[in-house]
């Protein structure tokens, strides 16, 4: 029996979805062309390809930029590391090379994006003023601040929480317009296997990249189902687990234009609260759909790992 292409598809999606994995597990490993071919049991050749076809990068490119990310992600949220220590962990031999490349993604040196990063590099700060211009003072950005604090307040009640293991069906997509759609796609898995029918089933949203770092096009989100029972998956749809930890957990009841000021106010607490962000991914679950929700509003759980 032939396969069709939507079946070719998709499996070639759940074997990227296995170079992805590997890839954020082996970042200051070698990554070579050659080792991660096999990872996705293509031939070189083939993997360069549909690699690029799937995600719009090289397999060079997109080790480069994730290694690069996740050391500009350090030295926002974890200040007492050394840049040397960042260039090492995360594939540099030498900070020479590594202040190179990071110069080419950020125009900034480590040591300058690590100084300027709360009023250049924050999201907060290129809110734009009404004449269509970034905010240019350290007192609008301080007053931004202080606005979210406030908003934070009367919006959400965090609490500091150890989570559980969790296993969750997901599919993966890149860039923030794709959400929907791999949600759209775990739904019509999951409904005739009565999954969503179950009260302890949420809808989860696991996020591998910061939006405040990585270009909202090129950032990678997991569309996920949390699982109560065992469960076979096919094609692109694979399972993975949240490990059991220590979070910062924010309960909101928002509107879907909230949630950028809802997850920059969490990590605002964070910071104000003397916590750091462990090397985990954030991740929200959701306890209704918004479209029942008279107001139109999710009621829903962000969750920033910490150390």
Request: hydrophobic letters at 35%; charged letters at 25%.
């Amino acid at each position: 029996m032939a396969i069709s292409k939507s079946d070719l598809e998709d499996e070639y999606k759940s074997r990227i979805n296995r170079v992805f994995e590997y890839i954020d597990e082996n970042l200051m490993e070698d990554l070579s062309l050659e080792t991660i071919s096999k990872i996705a049991f293509f031939s070189p050749y083939h993997f360069h390809r549909i690699f690029k076809t799937i995600t719009g990068e090289t397999l060079n490119e997109y080790i480069t930029r994730q290694r690069i990310e996740k050391a500009a992600a350090m030295l926002l949220y974890n200040s007492n590391s050394r840049i040397t220590e960042i260039a090492f962990q995360f594939g540099f031999s030498e900070n020479s090379a590594f202040t190179r490349a990071f110069k080419k993604f950020y125009q900034l040196s480590p040591t300058a994006f690590r100084e300027q990063h709360t009023n250049k590099f924050s999201k907060i700060n290129q809110l734009k003023s009404k004449n269509g211009q970034a905010y240019p003072s350290r007192e609008q950005y301080l007053s931004n601040i202080d606005n979210l604090k406030n908003w934070i307040k009367m919006n959400a009640k965090i609490e500091v929480k150890e989570m559980p293991k969790m296993e969750l069906a997901y599919i993966t997509c890149i860039g923030d317009k794709n959400v929907s759609n791999a949600f759209d796609k775990l739904v019509k898995w999951a409904m005739p296997k009565g999954l969503l029918a179950k009260e302890e089933t949420k809808m989860v949203t696991i996020y591998h990249d910061s939006f405040k770092i990585t270009e909202p096009e090129k950032v990678r989100m997991s569309a996920c189902i949390l699982l109560t029972e065992p469960v076979e998956t096919e094609g692109e749809i694979g399972l993975t687990t949240i490990e059991a930890g220590k979070f910062i957990k924010g309960s909101f009841e928002i509107n879907l234009s909230d949630f950028e000021q809802a997850w920059s106010g969490l990590f605002i607490w964070m910071n104000e609260n003397g916590y750091k962000k462990a090397d985990r991914n954030p991740f929200e679950i959701f306890h209704n759909n918004y479209q029942d929700h008279p107001e139109k509003k999710c009621i829903v759980d962000l969750y920033i790992p910490i150390e």
